[in-house]
């Protein structure tokens, strides 16, 4: 059953309308003479970024919205009192601002699960707050608040939701360590108990197999790429290098590059068709955490199964340069 809405204030409710008349009315057209040709650039960067008076705006929508409409466990409270009232008697130095807002580009962006490319920034903006809890932990809640629309080049507002929230694991403040993903804001009070060395980490799994298993000269052979996240915790973009070179002619070589979404126990594969003229080639594959806002760490023992590299067919010969014999 869902409860009745308790009545604002008609103060809180005229401000309310005010703050959502602002953000509404807050739309960002290009600049004369950016409409340009493509030059390679993701369209978004056409784009101006917000003004001071709109960020403002954003950032008091996120911070007065209620806690419960990010996780309905939730009290009804605006986010920033929650944050303040949750977290305030973990904090090592009380500052001025106790969560520093800022709005921001939500991190680097990639399309699909399997994506080729990743660019730096999206097509989309989020109100990003820290709470500096201590100089070794420090808490990070990412809430989406605008899309850039491709048909007017423009940034649009959006009912905020939340993307992420994670704690970081630093040194002295400033050096990053690790990072510790929370699942819903609910969730953060008990995770905060967790030591950073009791922190889940990355282990990537590679394998690479081929058909035909035995390769005559001129076949062509389907090699394929596998790679597993075999550690407890999701890598929002892993980064897979490929390397297929077939024995003798570089012109045939296969380099990829790819950034999957892994979460923990899942596997990604990919396949080539590779021309081998001598029925022979290597093959390697190496993937490591691909580009992030927050440190994610691997599982120190794991570094050596990421990495792989195995002959197809009969090991190429090494051939020795002309007059290294006697040597």
């Known amino acids: 059953m869902t409860r009745p809405a308790r009545q604002a204030p008609r103060g ?3 401000r309310r309308i005010a703050m959502a008349i602002a953000v509404t009315a807050f739309v960002l057209s290009v600049a004369q003479g950016a409409l340009a040709q493509e030059t390679g650039a993701p369209w978004w960067n056409a784009l101006e970024f917000p003004t001071q008076q709109a960020q403002a705006a954003l950032l008091q ?14 009290p009804s409270i605006p986010l920033d009192a929650w944050l303040f009232v949750t977290l305030a008697p973990r904090v090592a130095f009380m500052r001025p601002r106790f969560v520093e807002w800022r709005v921001d580009f939500c991190g680097p962006y990639a399309r699909g699960a399997n994506a080729p490319r990743v660019w730096s920034t999206g097509p989309e903006l989020c109100a990003k707050g820290v709470v500096e809890l201590s100089a070794e932990k420090n808490v990070h809640v990412i809430v989406l608040v605008a899309k850039a629309d491709r048909g007017t080049l423009t940034w649009r507002p959006t ?3 939340l993307r992420e929230v994670y704690i970081e694991g630093v040194e002295e403040r ?8 929370v699942p819903a804001l609910g969730d953060l009070i008990d995770l905060l108990q967790v030591p950073l060395d009791q ?3 990355l282990e990537f799994e590679t394998q690479i197999t081929w058909n035909p298993p035995m390769p005559a ?15 407890r915790r999701a890598a929002d973009r892993a980064w897979v290098h490929v390397l297929i070179g077939p024995c003798c002619d570089k012109r045939l070589e296969v380099r990829y590059d790819w950034y999957p979404y892994l979460a923990a126990g899942q596997s990604v594969r990919a396949d080539f068709d590779v021309l081998m003229p001598e029925g022979r080639a290597w093959a390697h594959v190496d993937v490591e955490m691909g580009p ?3 440190r994610v760490r691997e599982t120190p023992e794991n570094t050596d199964k990421r990495k792989l590299t195995v002959p197809i067919g009969v090991q190429p010969k090494l051939i020795r340069p002309q007059g290294a014999a006697g040597r």
């Open 12 to 14: 809180s409710l005229t």
């Open 61 to 74: 929508n996120v911070r007065g919205m209620a806690a419960s409409s990010l996780d309905s466990r939730l």
């Open 159 to 161: 009912a905020p939701s």
């Open 174 to 181: 400033f050096t990053r360590l690790d990072s510790l993903d």
């Open 199 to 201: 922190w889940p980490k």
């Open 217 to 231: 000269p001129g076949d062509t052979v389907r090699v394929s790429v596998s790679v597993r996240n075999s550690g």
């Open 292 to 294: 992030s806002a927050k």
